[in-house]
């Protein structure tokens, strides 16, 4: 087992986030954490990569304790994360907002550059281009390529899909399961449960820090509790067709971020324009 989360309890000071979480994550899965905002989906990511603090239980990572284990050194053993928001540095340009990502290896990153150019070609176009001034998908695009420059066994992702338009939901799925064909594991924080579940082999349902389902994902797509909690539906309810799996044999990385959306259907979104909070 790639990693192993065994019992673990976190808190924000008084208040318990993760109640005795257990999970598993095999090598070459896509495993992903569904549940309602404050499930404590974001803090068990956080507490694997060594952003927060164990009050008990551990944490084991490619058979090696890592409970107590500094963050940068989790990040070195091959724990790589893309966090919730991005995280992009606004005034770095795209290559030295990638090369941040493996500021703690040592020799040359020139293959791993090549390889996140080669997955995000938006990125090499614009290597040269403050992270600021980029739109919320190419910013997510950045963050999960940074991450991957720290060559990681497991990639932690927080949200990746947040605030983008319904194209680019689609693309970031795809490229999700095209990093895991290449063979990283990914470990899967998503509010769009009917994708998550979609792409993972397997999922956890989280409600107030603690896990109260576990199984194959393709078991809990047809879970009526689980379609009436998180799909937007009951048991008769069909998945919408835009919810269908991405396609994987040829993610399209290189979709315009300024692309109108549909106007039979208009979405509010923010890739028309850089994120304002960047």
Not at 185 to 201: P, R, Y
Request: proline share 6%; charged share 20%.
């Amino acid at each position: 087992m790639l990693l192993e989360i065994n019992d673990i309890h976190v808190h924000y000071g008084k208040i318990a986030a993760l109640k005795g979480i257990s999970a598993e994550v095999d090598e070459g899965e896509i495993v992903t954490l569904i549940g309602a905002n404050g499930a404590g989906k974001t803090t068990t990511l956080k507490t694997v990569s060594g952003l927060r603090p164990l009050s008990s239980g551990s944490i084991r990572f490619a058979g090696q304790d890592i409970s107590r284990m500094p963050g940068h050194k989790r990040v070195l053993a091959g724990i790589g994360q893309s966090p919730e928001g991005r995280g992009v540095f606004p005034g770095m340009t795209v290559e030295e907002n990638l090369l941040m990502g493996a500021y703690a290896r040592r020799g040359d990153v020139s293959k791993e550059l090549a390889e996140v150019y080669e997955l995000f070609p938006r990125l090499a176009e614009r290597k040269t281009q403050a992270g600021g001034t980029m739109s919320g998908g190419e910013q997510q695009m950045l963050a999960i390529g940074r991450a991957l420059m720290a060559n990681p066994k497991v990639l932690l992702l927080d949200e990746p899909s947040m605030g983008l338009a319904p194209k680019l939901v689609q693309q970031i799925f795809s490229i999700i399961v095209e990093i895991n064909r290449r063979g990283t594991t990914v470990l899967l924080v998503e509010q769009n449960a009917s994708q998550a579940l979609q792409i993972a082999h397997r999922a956890y349902v989280l409600e107030t820090g603690r896990i109260v389902k576990s199984a194959p994902a393709a078991e809990l797509l047809d879970d009526p509790q689980v379609r009436a909690a998180y799909l937007g539906g009951g048991a008769d309810a069909p998945v919408e067709a835009s919810d269908e799996a991405p396609s994987v044999a040829a993610p399209d990385t290189t979709v315009a971020d300024t692309a109108a959306p549909d106007t039979a259907a208009p979405v509010t979104v923010e890739e028309d324009t850089p994120d304002s909070d960047a």
